[in-house]
């Protein structure tokens, strides 16, 4: 569900004509719904209230301040994976006590500030991890709560780029090892060690490889706790999938209530780490069509945003719906949408068949709002561009678009050169 329509023929995000946005900030932007935000996590957090749970969003969907202030507000925790992650929650307002840190490449300095902040608990992928961390909060003088994420050798049946759950991927710790780094976790004096967690891919559109892992999971708890590891938070991570195309995936509700099916009777707090679900579906990418170009092979329509301003097409082949702003009568081609980026992969729709877009309309790019603006770059000199926050009839911008100054702040000629 998602509050993007259409209006006498105009495209409206919640009770603001997305034209009205583009004529104060111009194309390319972002745009995403405030009202859809809340209601996806209202949903998403109802569908376990008969579970004691913590929803920690994936900061890596989308970091903007207002989104993660958004969010915080309605009492949802965060899931990071960097310092930069923790900055941004933290100068958001969020709860640091609600802050789980996952990634397997956290770097000292990142630790320390995360100990600092007074973060809940980390996610720990590999045993080296496990004696850096004791290390450094020794040397702070505080004990670190950990929890072991593990690898529970699970396929998600998703993109393999963003597959994380199989033995041959890089995340967590092999569940067939688990208990001898727990072991050692428990014996290391400055870690409290409170937790399991996984994460086993994105994008994943049915709840039973969920199920699969919870299942796995759960029989390493019982091992544990018979070692007297006392397991307090089970971390189910994120990975809930949308629709984007022709994908149905569970609603939050069906998914919510199969895990508690497979939770009953076992005492311990459970996390949940949604990105994409969240925040997906709630955002949209504006972009003027500048050109089109046709020849007996192929029809171009070359708009202003491209590869760097979204980058999930190029990166996975995703499939993303495109709407006009204003609905009219055009001719039906088999085009690709393009963008100005020197790179073939550039592109936003490939070889789809779809209204003959003219020169100066503005096109919707729908399910922008996870991923989008997070990975995008300034590849090919580009400033990256604004977000803009929508809710009922007014509209933020949340972050301006980027200058030309910005562009280059931090870079210096070295005097040999001067
Ligand atoms: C990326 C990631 C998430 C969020 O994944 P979504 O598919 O966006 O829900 C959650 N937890 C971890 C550890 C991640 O790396």
């Known amino acids: 569900m998602h509050h993007f329509h259409y209006q006498s023929g105009e495209l409206y995000c919640e009770n603001v004509p997305v034209r009205r946005v583009v004529e104060a900030v111009g194309t390319p932007?972002?745009?995403?719904?405030?009202?859809?935000?809340?209601?996806?996590?209202?949903?998403?957090?109802?569908?376990?209230?008969?579970?004691?749970?913590i929803v920690c969003f994936a900061v890596k969907a989308n970091a903007n301040l207002a989104i993660l202030r958004l969010?915080?507000?309605?009492?949802?925790?965060?899931?990071?994976?960097?310092?930069?992650?923790?900055?941004?929650?933290?100068?958001?307002?969020?709860?640091?006590?609600?802050i789980v840190y996952s990634g397997v490449g956290k770097r000292p300095d990142e630790i320390r500030a995360a100990l600092k902040a007074g973060i809940l608990l980390f996610n720990m992928e590999s045993s080296q991890e496990l004696e850096l961390i004791n290390c450094i909060a020794g040397r702070m003088k505080l004990k670190a709560r950990v929890?072991?994420?593990?690898?529970?050798?699970?396929?998600?049946?998703?993109?393999?780029?963003?597959?994380?759950?199989?033995?041959?991927?890089?995340?967590?710790?092999d569940i067939d090892r688990a208990l001898e780094d727990y072991r050692r976790a428990q014996e290391l004096p400055h870690l409290e060690v409170v937790g399991v967690a996984c994460h086993i891919g994105s994008q994943i559109t049915q709840v039973s490889p969920f199920v699969d892992a919870l299942e796995r999971l759960k029989e390493l708890i019982?091992?544990?706790?018979?070692?007297?590891?006392r397991i307090q938070y089970l971390d189910l991570g994120g990975g809930l999938g949308i629709q984007y195309d022709q994908e149905a995936p569970p609603p939050p509700s069906e998914y919510g209530q199969k895990l508690i099916e497979h939770l009953k009777g076992l005492e311990c707090t459970l996390i949940l780490e949604p990105g994409r679900v969240l925040v997906g579906n709630a955002g949209?990418?504006?972009?003027?069509?500048?050109?089109?170009?046709?020849?007996?092979?192929?029809?171009?329509?070359?708009?202003?945003?491209?590869?760097?301003?979204?980058?999930?097409?190029?990166?996975?082949?995703?499939?993303?719906?495109?709407?006009?702003?204003?609905?009219?009568?055009?001719?039906?081609?088999?085009?690709?949408?393009?963008?100005?980026?020197?790179?073939?992969?550039?592109?936003?729709?490939?070889?789809?068949?779809?209204?003959?877009?003219?020169?100066?309309?503005?096109?919707?790019?729908?399910?922008?709002?996870?991923?989008?603006?997070?990975?995008?770059?300034?590849?090919?000199?580009?400033?990256?561009?604004?977000?803009?926050?929508?809710?009922?009839?007014?509209?933020?911008?949340?972050?301006?678009?980027?200058?030309?100054?910005?562009?280059?702040?931090?870079?210096?000629?070295?005097?040999?050169?001067k």
Request: hydrophobic share 40%; net charge neutral; charged share 20%.
């Open 284 to 417: 949209i990418l504006v972009t003027k069509v500048l050109y089109t170009k046709a020849s007996d092979a192929k029809h171009f329509i070359i708009v202003d945003a491209g590869m760097n301003d979204l980058a999930r097409p190029s990166l996975y082949g995703s499939y993303h719906g495109l709407w006009p702003v204003v609905e009219g009568q055009r001719d039906q081609v088999k085009a690709s949408i393009v963008g100005p980026i020197c790179e073939t992969g550039d592109f936003l729709a490939k070889d789809r068949l779809m209204p003959a877009f003219a020169p100066g309309e503005l096109l919707a790019v729908l399910s922008a709002g996870a991923y989008g603006f997070s990975m995008s770059s300034n590849y090919n000199a580009r400033p990256r561009v604004p977000e803009i926050l929508v809710q009922d009839q007014d509209f933020y911008v949340i972050r301006k678009r980027e200058t030309y100054r910005q562009l280059i702040w931090g870079e210096s000629i070295p005097d040999f050169l």
């Open 29 to 53: 932007c972002y745009l995403y719904s405030a009202t859809t935000l809340a209601h996806h996590f209202q949903v998403f957090d109802a569908a376990f209230t008969q579970f004691p749970h």
């Open 71 to 98: 969010f915080g507000r309605l009492g949802a925790g965060a899931d990071i994976v960097s310092g930069g992650e923790l900055y941004r929650a933290v100068q958001a307002g969020m709860d640091p006590g609600k």
């Open 147 to 173: 929890a072991l994420r593990i690898n529970p050798d699970i396929d998600a049946q998703t993109h393999p780029y963003i597959s994380t759950g199989l033995k041959k991927n890089k995340f967590g710790i």
């Open 222 to 229: 019982d091992r544990l706790r018979a070692l007297s590891i």
